[in-house]
């Protein structure tokens, strides 16, 4: 008979070499699984806290009575549709507030170095909020819009003393309620109570401050910013041209973004222009890097928020990038509140102050557009 051939046993260096390729594998999984739950918990944690802000409250516009009672007199007439309190009537239309919108005020304060978040009430030397960007993302229509408002717009600002108490209220540039106010987090919910109330006590949901660094720090981490200049800039640089194509670093991002023309009426609102079509090209850009890199959010808010004064967590940072990832984005999404520009003289000399004053029906067209739908009520 033939014996059997015996099977050869693997050796020790073989079978320690499996274990260990075993047990890489596994601290790898656990490494990946650890990542995506560390995901999924900083998403769903941002996505809880803001919806926790989230005010039940609509906006209070001012609307034609006349109108709410002929359109409310021909419902129970014809019988079709109950008629909600919530309901607002325009141009003979009605609409409704977009509840699943979330709002966001973003500011630009005219200084370098950190943000506290701490106020100071003692020399108002906190800044003030030389851009004002009001970004609104509806979830149920996957939207994202964004509102250029002057800085100089005419609207009712508290002063408060160094006791955090208001001693006055006063007409006068939006802008300077941030300083007014101290900065820190009294500017920041006092910003954010200005902005909602003009636009009819529109609910708020998080409001960011940033200086000039965290311009320039983003648009580093942007690898540069292409832009096509929209206005003629010869003044400050001879290569800048209208309709020229330049390429913004973190060098030379924020003259660009703060430069006008003092001796003309009316350059704030180009320099808004300016800085609108800036914010579009960014906005494209962080989107886009987002989708490469979605660390990219998480990385560059720990990178800019020595810079930074803002409510917004890390967590509500992701959870909002990750809702604009699926939101429609075009030409179309931005918008600048329409006004005039008036000179306030102050002396003998020609010396003014550039006020904007604000289109009262332009705002409510467009607020209609942004933040309301029309409820089809016919029969």
Request: hydrophobic share 40%; net charge negative.
């Amino acid at each position: 008979m033939r014996k059997s051939a015996k099977r050869a046993k693997p050796s020790k260096r073989k079978n320690i070499f499996g274990r260990i390729v075993r047990v890489i594998l596994a601290f790898m999984f656990i490494i990946i699984l650890t990542i995506g739950l560390i995901g999924i918990v900083v998403y769903k944690s941002g996505e809880m806290s803001l919806k926790a802000s989230a005010s039940t409250q609509t906006p209070n516009l001012v609307i034609d009575e006349a109108e709410v009672a002929k359109i409310r007199e021909n419902l129970n007439y014809s019988n079709s549709v109950a008629w909600q309190d919530d309901w607002v009537v325009y141009e003979d239309k009605v609409y409704e507030y977009r509840e699943d919108t979330l709002n966001f005020l973003l500011m630009g304060i005219d200084r370098g170095g950190e943000l506290s978040s701490e106020t100071k009430l003692t020399d108002w030397k906190a800044g003030k909020a030389d851009v004002i960007f009001l970004l609104s993302l509806c979830r149920e229509d996957k939207t994202l819009s964004a509102i250029g408002i002057p800085r100089n717009s005419m609207v009712s600002i508290e002063v408060f003393n160094d006791k955090s108490e208001c001693i006055d209220t006063i007409y006068n540039q939006i802008s300077l309620q941030y300083a007014y106010a101290g900065g820190g987090e009294l500017g920041l919910a006092k910003m954010t109570e200005s902005v909602s109330e003009l636009f009819g006590g529109l609910p708020i949901h998080g409001a960011c401050a940033v200086s000039y660094d965290a311009v320039s720090e983003i648009t580093n981490r942007l690898g540069g910013i292409e832009v096509t200049v929209p206005d003629d800039m010869t003044a400050y640089n001879r290569n800048y041209t209208q309709g020229s194509r330049q390429t913004l670093t973190g060098k030379n991002v924020v003259n660009y973004l703060r430069y006008r023309d003092m001796y003309t009426l009316g350059s704030p609102t180009v320099r808004l222009t300016r800085q609108k079509e800036f914010m579009k090209t960014a906005a494209a850009c962080v989107l886009q890097e987002i989708k490469a890199n979605p660390a990219f959010v998480k990385e560059t808010y720990e990178a800019v928020k020595s810079y930074m004064n803002t409510d917004i967590s890390v967590d509500e940072a992701v959870y909002i990038a990750t809702q604009a990832l699926d939101c429609a984005f075009s030409e179309d999404s931005f918008y600048q509140l329409s006004g005039e520009d008036k000179a306030k003289y102050i002396d003998d000399e020609g010396d003014y102050y550039n006020d904007y004053y604000l289109d009262e029906e332009a705002l409510k067209s467009l607020m209609m557009k942004v933040f309301y739908k029309e409820v089809h009520v016919a029969g």
